[in-house]
């Protein structure tokens, strides 16, 4: 079947700039995930949602980022006013199960290929 | 501590060789423990998720030990498809459903 998808796959902006990264989970997928991950370092998480609930939020760097999930599916990443320290690949996870289900593969996570942010 | 620590390498072995990598934890309690693999420029893509007993896949071997808190990933017959870099993944029990993944580990297979 179709896996994570994400939009776009480039982004140029200049700074102080608004940009929007979209990403389409895998249908059935209940948790959705956004990490960032600098040239070179490893992945950085930033929020994470779970069909219903409050999103954690916790991974987010400042109050200029700030995410959304539409009906349980399709999730908006914004960036306000980018700087150039914004400029990394943003990618999209998502996985089947939500927490408190048994197996020992709820978490498998499936990963977009990412959006490459350069902010100039 | 760090949360999960890897070797960052790189581990620069000849084809066919065998190597093996090593993924320390810092909560016993830990549950769910998974190896990905990510090529250069590109998205982190499961390679096999590291059940209590162990689990093979082909050349793969994954196992957990849990007393000394880390799990490994043993590559046999290394082929040039393989050099990448492995990320562990734990994920600790409690009210965070977020993996924590490490730096990584790269591998380069030469001729």
């Known amino acids: 079947g179709a896996g994570v998808s994400q939009s776009p796959s480039n982004k140029v902006t200049e700074k102080g700039k608004d940009v929007e990264l979209r990403c389409d989970p895998i249908s059935g997928h209940t948790a959705l995930y956004w990490y960032r991950q600098s040239l070179g370092q490893g992945l950085e998480f930033l929020i994470y949602f779970q069909g219903n609930s409050a999103p954690d939020k916790s991974g987010l760097p400042s109050d200029r980022f700030s995410a959304e999930r539409t009906g349980g599916s399709v999730s908006t990443l914004t960036i306000q006013r980018t700087q150039q320290e914004d400029s990394a690949v943003y990618l999209c996870a998502s996985s089947q199960f939500p927490p408190g289900l048994a197996g020992e593969n709820a978490y498998e996570q499936y990963f977009g290929p990412g959006t490459r942010l350069t902010v100039t | 501590r760090k949360e999960v620590e890897q070797d960052p390498g790189p581990f620069n072995v000849p084809e066919g060789a065998t190597v093996a990598f090593n993924c320390t934890y810092s909560?016993?309690?830990?549950?769910?423990f998974f190896w990905y693999r990510q090529d250069c420029r590109k998205e982190p893509k499961l390679l096999m998720s590291v059940y209590s007993s162990g689990n093979e896949d082909g050349r793969f071997t994954a196992q957990l030990n849990r007393a000394s808190q880390y799990i490994s990933l043993l590559i046999r017959d290394s082929k040039l498809s393989d050099s990448a870099t492995y990320l562990c993944?734990?994920?600790?029990?409690?009210?965070?459903?977020?993996?924590?993944f490490g730096r990584g580990t790269s591998l380069i297979v030469h001729p």
């Open positions: 993944v734990v994920k600790s029990p409690g009210g965070s459903y977020i993996p924590t």
């Open positions: 909560n016993s309690a830990s549950q769910s």
